[in-house]
């Protein structure tokens, strides 16, 4: 018999919920900082557009370069100098969120065409 961590699915559940509403109170302060007051995605469509792409194609580019930092320091076993693991998961979770809200965005605005 090997010992192997066990993790109780409960504790899980909570502690993924204290990430989630971590999650959410960045989103918020990060929304206060960067975008317009009428329009969330304003500073994604922003970039977007200096660089000849769309909102989403900006968000996904962002979210592969979470990706590869992550991969790299996981892959390779490096320890972070700057960010947490952590705090490029939480971006990877609300950079998807906000790839959602685009998407949703740019689906509404087609169908009221």
């Known amino acids: 018999m090997t010992d192997k961590p066990v993790t109780d699915f409960d504790q ?11 999650c959410l109170v960045i989103l918020s302060k990060k929304n206060h900082d960067y975008s317009e007051v ?19 194609q900006s968000l996904l580019t962002l979210l592969g370069m979470r990706m590869a930092r992550l991969s790299q320091l996981i892959g ?17 979770i609300n950079y998807t969120l906000l790839l959602r809200g685009v998407i949703q965005e740019e689906s509404q605005t087609k169908n009221s065409l």
């Open 38 to 56: 009428t329009d969330a995605f304003s500073n994604f469509k922003s970039s977007a557009e200096l660089a000849g792409i769309t909102p989403a």
């Open 12 to 22: 899980f559940l909570q502690e993924t919920r204290a990430i989630l509403d971590r």
């Open 76 to 92: 390779n076993g490096k320890q972070p100098m700057n960010e947490k693991t952590e705090d490029t998961m939480i971006d990877l």
